[in-house]
């Protein structure tokens, strides 16, 4: 089971902090983060690998948000910074049973519900 939290109104040039609780046995899988915006597909954001620490960003957002992962009480966190209009999207965390990280839907194999963050001008 994969849930998230987190989400909300922030401004532009702001910070948010979601975070994804994933149940069940986390050191075999990595997790992800992915966004969609109305009328877009769903857009890669974030990868890790809590195990051996790798991570991978999307361009878009590379130098501004930073995923990470506390094992100890197996929750993914995905910190937002210097937010822009443009972000706005439902966030979504997902979990794949491989290690390794991956960058497309179709890879990962469960899905939190989604959580809205909106990013005002």
């Known amino acids: 089971q994969v849930s998230e939290s987190g989400g909300g109104l922030a401004q532009a040039g702001g910070s948010l902090t979601l975070s994804c609780g994933v149940s069940?046995?986390?050191?075999?899988?990595?997790a992800g983060w992915f966004r969609q915006a109305p009328g877009k597909e769903r857009e890669f954001v974030a990868a890790i690998n809590p195990v051996a620490g790798n991570t991978y960003y999307s361009p878009s957002v590379k130098g501004r948000f930073t995923i990470s992962a506390d094992t100890s009480r197996i929750r993914v966190h995905l910190q937002m910074n210097s937010l822009k209009p443009e972000s706005t999207a439902v966030y979504s965390c997902a979990v794949r049973t491989m290690l390794t990280v991956a960058s497309t839907p179709p890879e990962y194999d469960y899905w939190g519900q989604g959580t809205q963050v909106t990013v005002s001008s």
């Open positions: 069940g046995t986390f050191r075999a899988k990595s």
